[in-house]
C-alpha cells in the first residue's frame, strides 16, 4: 500500500527529554535538559500538483521588512535534486539567510509513503517522487506578516500578503524549557500560468 505525504520541515531541532521523579513530599517533580528548539516562520509553497513548469523562476520574499531575491531553474533545479538521495534541493537568495539545513528557500521533494507487511508485523519506509516538489521558505525572524511573488520566466506566476500565527512549542513539556515559537502557512498556486 503506497501514500503520498509531503516532507515536513523540522520546527525543531533535537528532542528534549522531561524526566519526572516523585519528591519526598509525594509530588511529581521534573527535571529537563538542556537541548531546544528553534523559533521560525515560513511557508510552503506548491506549484498545481506539486510539478513545477519549465523555466526560469524569480522570487521576491519579504518577512516583515527583511526582504530577499531567490531564482532557481526548472528543470536544472529539479534535475540536480533527483538523485534517490537527495530530497532538498537550496534556492539561492541574495542576501543569503540559508544555514543549510532548517532556514532559507528549498525545493522539497514530494514522497511517497510505503507500508511493508510481513505476517503481524509491518514497517513503513519512505521514497522520493521524482519530478514533484514544493517550494520551503523559512526563516529565524519572528515576522509579523510575510509577502511573496514569483514570476515564471518573467511573467507573473504567483503572489500572497499574509499574517504569521505562531504556536508555541515546548518539546519538554508545558513545565519545562525552552519555549519556542513557529508559523507555518501553506500556500497553492490554483492554476497553471
Known sequence: MARVSRRLGALALGLCVCACHESQSGKMSHSCTEKGCLDSAGFRLHPPDDVWPDGVYALDVAF????????FTVPDAIDAATD?????????????????????????????????????????????????????????????????????????????????YYEKNQPNGADCEPTCHNAQTELYVTAPP
Open 64 to 71: 516583515d521588512d527583511d526582504a530577499y531575491s531567490c531564482a
Open 84 to 164: 534517490l538521495d537527495a530530497y532538498t534541493f537550496p534556492v539561492h537568495c541574495s542576501p543569503d539567510f540559508s544555514d543549510g539545513f532548517i532556514f532559507g528557500a528549498f525545493l522539497d521533494a514530494v514522497m511517497a509513503s510505503i507500508t511493508h507487511r510481513d505476517g503481524s508485523s509491518k514497517r513503513e519506509t519512505w521514497t522520493q517522487i521524482p519530478g514533484f516538489y514544493y517550494l520551503t521558505v523559512r526563516t529565524r525572524k519572528l515576522a509579523q506578516s510575510f509577502s511573496v511573488t514569483v514570476t515564471l520566466d518573467a511573467e507573473p506566476y504567483f503572489h500572497a500578503s499574509e499574517p504569521l
